[in-house]
């Protein structure tokens, strides 16, 4: 059979609150914990809650956070050239 290793629970929960508030990889924190990806992803999957997994709700915050700097770089682009207009 496979190696078994434990994984205390405060290093599952540390691993799966990287995944999903910070955004970090499956991959590095695989290598970082020594843990193999399909394991995270197996954690990752029993968190689902009404049918979004942590992985995807993650995938969103951080596409999310993408979208809102982008917004403020058009807004501020927009700005510079409305003022630039006026003089």
């Given at each position: 059979m496979?190696?078994?290793?434990f994984?205390?629970?405060?290093v599952k929960d540390q691993v799966v609150a990287k995944v999903k508030n910070?955004?970090?990889p499956v991959a590095q924190l695989a290598r970082e914990h020594e843990i193999s990806e399909k394991t995270i992803y197996g954690w990752l999957k029993k968190l689902a809650v009404d049918g979004i997994s942590a992985l995807e709700y993650a995938r969103l915050?951080?596409?999310n956070k993408i979208l809102l700097e982008l917004v403020g770089k058009l807004t501020l682009d927009k700005q510079?050239?409305?003022?630039f207009k006026k003089n």
């Open positions: 496979g190696n078994f290793k994984i205390p629970k405060e910070d955004g970090v915050k951080r596409e510079k050239t409305v003022n």
